[in-house]
């Protein structure tokens, strides 16, 4: 069985980081109190904050194989080489990069992650998932 098309994966991928980010909000909480309160809930934000970081970076990994513009080491330079390509904006590739470190984060040291951290995270920073998302879908 053959790999569908370039664009198919891609589109895949970006459906998925889609779909985690509507995740994200619905199940965002009013404030950092009912977020703590909440423990069940605040796991499933922080599970699907988690699956589309990582989906940001299967994603971002794809482009750059897609255009053969390097053999990245890390999901952190494959944001960097997107930006430098010019296929993101730099100022996005840096904050994008950045978000490597959250998804670490979460992924190996989930009980002393900080709350407070993931809903500020939450309210400011899903815009820079949705503007690559889109960016990615006109690449």
């Known amino acids: 069985m053959s790999e569908p098309p370039a664009s198919v994966i ?10 985690r980010l509507a995740r994200v909000r619905e199940l965002s909480p ?13 796991e499933a934000l922080i599970f699907n904050l988690y699956l589309a970081l990582q989906a940001s970076s299967d994603l971002a990994l794809r482009l750059v194989s897609e255009r053969g513009l390097a053999i990245p080491g890390s999901s952190r330079e494959a944001f960097e080489t997107l930006g430098r390509s010019g296929l993101i904006e730099p100022a996005l590739a840096r904050r994008l ?4 470190g959250l998804r670490n984060r979460i992924a190996h040291q989930y009980t002393t992650l900080d709350l407070a951290l993931v809903l500020a995270v939450v309210r400011d920073d899903l815009a820079d998932l949705d503007a690559f998302a889109a960016s990615a879908a006109s690449a």
Not at 10 to 19: P, S, Y
Not at 97 to 100: G, H, K, S, T
């Open 10 to 19: 891609r589109a895949r991928k970006i459906a998925e980081l889609r779909a």
């Open 30 to 42: 009013p404030d950092l109190e009912t977020f703590i309160a909440r423990r069940t809930e605040a």
């Open 97 to 100: 990069a950045a978000a490597v």
